[in-house]
């Protein structure tokens, strides 16, 4: 069945979203028929055409020919370039050279473009609207917790070279120590050994310059450790706190089924992502 000229220019609209967008739509149009089922596939698809859109990426909305070519090679697709065009063609869509993604996963999965474009979405409220900032901020503290995190990488080094460059001055007092003691041993005439020994005095009441310079390094670069720690493990845990209330919100609101289950799996997967890039033990999990 053919669109009618209202479809089109609500599918015109639609395909003028971002592939996140396309992808949330298409969703919630396919839910009740086997969306939760391939809902990990729609969200690897969104981000291959993102990946393949060199210009714009994550906030472009469609593909040319060329590169919906390379995803259904990409996808081992037994399907061809002219089967996709011939597909569009018979519901009568306007085959251009650009291709939005909501178009074509509703042709992957076999979902006629009618019913994609007058799929109901679920209501937008406003709780939707505090769910997905929600998510947004922990995005934003995920960013900020392994930037500090870096940080503290970056302090640990310069302590460890801190440690090392004080380990080494260390090392060269005491040899010289004992190589004065050798001396005073070895020494037989009492001249000699008196000198000797008055050096050694002498030596161990020195404060040399690079030793007392490294202790002081050293003494700074573990407080900047300590605190670049802990502004780190601050960060982490202010992190996982938000992510635990975020995913608490989600839960409550598919309770409610109060938007559309594409969009509300799509937040929690969006959830679930950042949580690779989390330490395991505030609440991250392993990469697949």
């Excluded at 949330?24 to 009740?32: D, K, P, Q, R």
């Excluded at 028929?33 to 060199?54: I, L, P, T």
């Excluded at 251009?96 to 474009?117: D, E, I």
């Excluded at 900020?144 to 080494?168: Q, S």
């Amino acid at each position: 069945m053919s669109l009618t000229d209202a479809e089109k220019t609500k599918l015109q609209q639609i395909s003028s979203k971002k592939y996140k967008e396309q992808a949330i739509w298409f969703l919630n149009a396919y839910w009740a028929e086997n969306g939760e089922a391939v809902a990990e596939k729609v969200w690897d698809v969104c981000n291959k055409f993102a990946e393949f859109d060199q210009e714009n990426k994550a906030e472009g909305c469609s593909l040319d020919e060329m590169n919906i070519h390379r995803i259904l090679e990409f996808y081992q697709s037994q399907q061809t370039i002219q089967q996709f065009r011939e597909s569009l063609r018979s519901q009568q869509f306007e085959v251009k050279k650009l291709y939005a993604l909501g178009v074509y996963l509703s042709w992957n999965y076999k979902l006629t473009l009618k019913k994609f474009v007058n799929a109901p979405q679920g209501a937008q409220s406003a709780e939707m609207a505090k769910a997905q900032e929600m998510v947004d901020q922990v995005g934003k503290l995920l960013e900020e917790a392994n930037a500090k995190a870096t940080e503290a990488t970056k302090k640990d080094k310069e302590l460890e070279t801190a440690l090392n460059a004080l380990k080494k001055e260390e090392t060269d007092f005491n040899n010289k120590t004992e190589e004065l003691k050798q001396r005073i041993e070895k020494e037989t005439g009492v001249v000699k050994k008196n000198r000797a020994q008055a050096e050694l005095a002498q030596h161990l009441e020195s404060d040399p310059l690079p030793l007392r310079k490294a202790k002081i390094t050293c003494e700074a670069a573990k407080k900047k450790s300590e605190k670049a720690r802990k502004e780190a493990e601050d960060a982490a845990e202010e992190m996982r706190k938000k992510m635990e209330e975020a995913e608490a919100y989600l839960n409550e609101q598919k309770a409610a089924a109060s938007a559309g289950m594409g969009l509300m799996w799509w937040m929690q997967r969006e959830l679930t992502e950042k949580k690779k890039y989390m330490p395991t033990r505030k609440g991250g999990v392993a990469k697949k």
